[in-house]
């Protein structure tokens, strides 16, 4: 009996990520696909940007596949092409409490912690192997239409809606800050330590749909505002010490 909808190989696509996986074996974290963003310090948003870009990976690699499939049906084609893609940008998830999570085919969740990261994603080419089956298996479940339910939801990306936070003052925003982040959370930021107040500022700007990009940028300012700066004097002498030097 024929079928009505496509399937990802994945005998195809696990043997092209093992090539990938081995060009990058070397390095201590160097996976950093092309759909993800990069940060010195992750934070627990950034880490599960990496594993979803996995699953944009995958489709892009079967582009083609689905484009053969539905060579004779350009409206299919878009069709599939598009679910997938809006499928995978809504993977990362916000239960009741704030906690963000990835949950890969109902087999394996990922909560943001680096740790797990590097333990399934970096230094196991097994376990590397193991999520993307997953992966695959979840997407080829979706295109039957029986991907597994997950009524939590999803924290938009910054691709997905068209950038917002500007209708905020900083008033505004400085009031939800005070309202909602725990106080343990600010006086954290007072010693530098961002990482919880991040992971809960992306869960909270989301609620008023501002997007990830530009809740970093609100994050970069915050944190910005909390590393000395040197003086214009000091900056002087240093000129005037780097010139005489010179000389």
């Known amino acids: 009996m024929s079928k009505d909808f496509f399937q990802i190989d994945k ?13 990058h074996a070397e390095r201590a974290d160097s996976y950093n696909p092309s759909h993800s963003r990069t940060t010195t310090n992750p934070s627990g948003y950034f880490i599960l940007d990496r594993i979803r870009a996995l699953y944009h990976w995958v489709i892009e690699e079967i582009k083609i596949d689905l484009r053969r499939e539905y060579i004779n049906n350009d409206d299919k ?16 998830r916000a239960q009741n409490d704030g906690t963000m999570y990835l949950r890969v085919n109902n087999k394996l969740t990922f909560r943001g ?17 193991s999520v993307v ?27 997905s809606l068209k950038r917002t936070y500007k209708e905020h003052s900083a008033s505004e925003i400085a009031d ?8 343990d959370y600010l006086l954290e930021i007072s010693k530098h330590n961002f990482i919880n107040f991040n992971n809960k500022m992306y869960i909270l700007m989301n609620k008023y749909n501002i997007t ?19 003086s214009e004097n000091e900056s002087e002498t240093d000129n005037s010490e780097s010139e005489t030097t010179e000389v």
């Open 113 to 129: 912690d680096k740790k797990q990261y590097r333990d399934e994603l970096v230094q196991s080419r097994n376990k590397q192997i």
């Open 11 to 23: 005998k195809e696509i696990l043997s092209k990520f093992g090539n990938l996986a081995d060009k």
């Open 77 to 92: 084609y878009k069709k599939a092409f598009g679910e997938l893609e809006n499928y995978a940008r809504n993977k990362i």
């Open 212 to 230: 990830a990009a530009d809740t970093k940028e609100i994050l970069n300012k915050i944190q910005e505002s909390f590393i000395p700066q040197e």
């Open 133 to 159: 089956k997953n992966i695959v298996d979840e997407l080829n479940a979706f295109l039957r239409n029986e991907e597994p339910e997950d009524e939590n939801k999803p924290i938009l990306n910054d691709m």
């Open 176 to 183: 939800i800050i005070l309202q909602e982040v725990p106080g």
